[in-house]
């Protein structure tokens, strides 16, 4: 095919539709909400649980990168769907993971009824499935690497640079029930993983390869200038399983920051060893406000951790400021009724800020799938059951009932949530604390002469004192991070759970006016306005789970763009931005 041909097309790239997080005919409501943090992250903490919902990231990258005209609808309804393909397409390409492929099936089967001719296109993580072809009527699978694949699929130059998408993130934001606007975006600098950990779908998925997106440390900081001249954005969740691994790259985009004076912020996954590697100094310089580590479990030491005090590891990222969002996995085979619950209580000593904790599910590909098969230990649960919280799809050597599966995973946030408190406050103390640390660091470096040499990634002596200017621009981007927490901070007091981690919250009002002075006049009325809010929101609460919900489900809008038919996206590449985006309509 040529891009002659490819002009004539039209391609839809939608995802499945809502709502999410509601049982139906479709998909569950246990697991299946469309957020991370009040789904699998802060669960059972109420009122105090963060809410944000992110865009689905793969539909506006491949979008961007083919030449044919597209439209893009992310979170439609059932109603929207259908309506957008009154439009006229011949090709429509869906975005799906496992539990959701009877949604995938309702939409494919609807679209081969009424627009027989229409090419299907598949892609995402739920084209794992072994008999997919059986369920969903499609055409072609995805398999992998989207971009790659898409431009194959339509005769395009597969070498050519990426356009990255120019993306709000997240789509909406709310703190103790008060809205708030998005500021951040996101950064998709590659995907997949050379460790191939056998349980891992997100490396299996790419076989074991990492395939990377944007490849230069240049690349990165390019798009972020995009993003920030176009959003205004300075903060960025990184999409990567761990996007430091390639160090040459994070090196090469601290020395641009610096030398353009950018002093951008990220969230991203980051595994302990490469934390170590390349060490604290770098992490708080880079402007790391959030990491993610995955520490599995406490006995089945992976290489990754192997040696790694975590809870030092963990305790020096957050006296620096930096936020740790720790993640494992319950009901591995060494784990029973006693193991399980050391094995909880060891991941809550780490006194992360935020655990995610998963039960263990064995995504077909992946070598812990293909163990449990021989094994004829498999068992057969509906794909829309497989969503990591609730029952399991093998047979546990020491779980056997299915009630269990769920019931120990919610008293593992519960506990998480009981002992610690909650995660918004823990995350203000972090914030607050990194930025006394860094004021009093920078001092002591300045004042002893220590410099900043990107090459060797660490502070060095010279002969007389220098002023950092770009620590000193960064300790200012800590404090306004961390002024940003205070106003929640009353509210995290009030409805705190227990009576320590009530005295913790009152510790960490203490520690904000001990270093920022008392709160003024706009502070006090902020927070006032957030209790009042905590207080709608509890209430809340209580009659969603009056109506058998764990929770009030919240839902993503719509959201649509359409992108013009042009070859410039198959010619245009990170150097290129902003110029090269293609943009028609967007709401
Ligand atoms: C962001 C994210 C979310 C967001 C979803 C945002 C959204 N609007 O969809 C939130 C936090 C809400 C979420 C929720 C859940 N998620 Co989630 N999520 C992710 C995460 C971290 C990143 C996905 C992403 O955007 N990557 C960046 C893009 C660029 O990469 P990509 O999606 O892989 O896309 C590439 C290819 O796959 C391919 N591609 C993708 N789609 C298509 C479509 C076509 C047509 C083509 C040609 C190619 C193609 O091309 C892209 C570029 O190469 C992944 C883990 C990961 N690191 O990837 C898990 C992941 C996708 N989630 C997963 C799961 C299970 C869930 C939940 C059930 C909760 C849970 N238990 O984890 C819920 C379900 C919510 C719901 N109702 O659907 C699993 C899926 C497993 C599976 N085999 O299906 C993953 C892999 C995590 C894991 N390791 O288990 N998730
Ligand atoms: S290091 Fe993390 S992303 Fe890589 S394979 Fe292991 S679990 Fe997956």
């Given at each position: 095919m040529n891009n002659m041909i490819t002009q004539n097309h039209r391609v839809l790239f939608t995802s499945v539709?809502?709502?999410?997080?509601i049982k139906d005919r479709y998909a569950e409501a246990l697991g299946m909400q469309m957020e991370l943090l009040n789904n699998?992250?802060?669960?059972?903490?109420?009122?105090h649980s963060p809410r944000q919902s992110y865009l689905s990231f793969a539909l506006y990258l491949l979008a961007e990168n083919i030449s044919a005209q597209s439209t893009v609808i992310d979170f439609p309804s059932w109603k929207e769907f259908t309506n957008e393909l009154k439009n006229g397409y011949t090709h429509v390409a869906i975005s799906f993971i496992v539990p959701n492929v009877l949604k995938v099936k309702r939409m494919a089967e609807y679209i081969r009824m009424h627009y027989p001719d229409t090419k299907i296109l598949l892609g995402g993580y739920?084209?794992?499935?072994?008999d997919l072809a059986d369920i969903v009527p499609h055409d072609e699978a995805c398999k992998g690497e989207g971009v790659r694949w898409l431009r194959e699929y339509f005769g395009e130059d597969t070498s050519a640079p990426l356009v990255h998408p120019v993306l709000r993130n997240p789509v909406y934001n709310y703190t103790y029930g008060m809205k708030s606007n998005p500021r951040g975006s996101v950064l998709l600098t590659g995907t997949g993983?050379?460790?191939?950990?056998?349980?891992?779908i997100t490396s299996h998925m790419f076989k074991k390869e990492y395939l990377p997106l944007l490849p230069a440390g240049r690349d990165v900081f390019n798009t972020c200038i995009k993003l920030e001249q176009e959003l205004?954005?300075?903060n960025f969740m990184v999409m990567d399983?761990?996007?430091?691994?390639q160090k040459e790259r994070g090196i090469e985009l601290l020395e641009l920051m610096e030398m353009e004076k950018k002093t951008y912020s990220f969230v991203l996954f980051c595994s302990a060893n490469i934390i170590r590697q390349l060490g604290i100094d770098f992490f708080v310089r880079m402007g790391i406000s959030r990491v993610w580590v995955g520490v599995e479990s406490k006995t089945n030491t992976h290489d990754k951790v192997k040696g790694i005090d975590l809870r030092e590891l963990f305790e020096e990222l957050q006296s620096h400021g930096i936020a740790v969002l720790a993640s494992t996995i319950l009901f591995?085979?060494?784990?029973?009724a006693d193991t399980i619950i050391d094995e909880i209580n060891w991941v809550n000593s780490l006194n992360s800020d935020m655990v995610q904790f998963m039960n263990y599910t064995p995504w077909p590909t992946t070598g812990l799938y293909e163990k449990l098969e021989s094994e004829g230990r498999?068992?057969?649960?509906?794909y829309r059951n497989?969503?990591?919280?609730?029952?399991?799809s093998f047979d546990h050597p020491h779980f056997k009932n299915a009630s269990d599966h769920e019931k120990y995973l919610y008293n593992a946030f519960k506990s998480k949530y009981r002992n610690g408190g909650p995660a918004i406050m823990k995350m203000a103390r972090t914030a607050a604390r990194g930025y006394i640390k860094a004021v009093s660091d920078c001092e002591i470096r300045e004042n002893t002469g220590l410099k900043w040499n990107n090459t060797t990634i660490c502070y060095e002596k010279t002969a007389s004192p220098v002023t950092d200017d770009f620590m000193r621009a960064r300790i200012v981007m800590m404090r306004n991070e961390a002024l940003r927490y205070r106003p929640a901070l009353f509210a995290a007091m009030l409805f705190s759970p227990t009576s320590i981690t009530r005295r913790l919250s009152l510790d960490t009002i203490r520690l904000y006016n001990n270093t920022f002075g008392r709160p003024g006049l706009k502070d006090k009325i902020k927070s006032a306005v957030i209790l009042v809010s905590a207080c709608i929101e509890s209430l809340r609460i209580i009659f969603s789970r009056i109506a058998g919900k764990e929770g009030i489900i919240r839902q993503p809008s719509l959201h649509r763009v359409e992108y013009g038919a042009d070859t410039s996206a198959v010619t245009g590449g990170a150097d290129a931005v902003p110029g090269t985006r293609r943009i028609i309509t967007q709401k």
């Open positions: 539709f809502g709502p999410y997080g699998q992250v802060t669960r059972a903490q109420g009122v739920g084209t794992i499935i072994p993983c050379k460790n191939g950990c056998t349980f891992c205004g954005a300075v399983e761990n996007f430091l691994m591995q085979d060494h784990h029973d498999l068992k057969q649960i509906p497989q969503h990591g919280a609730g029952e399991l």
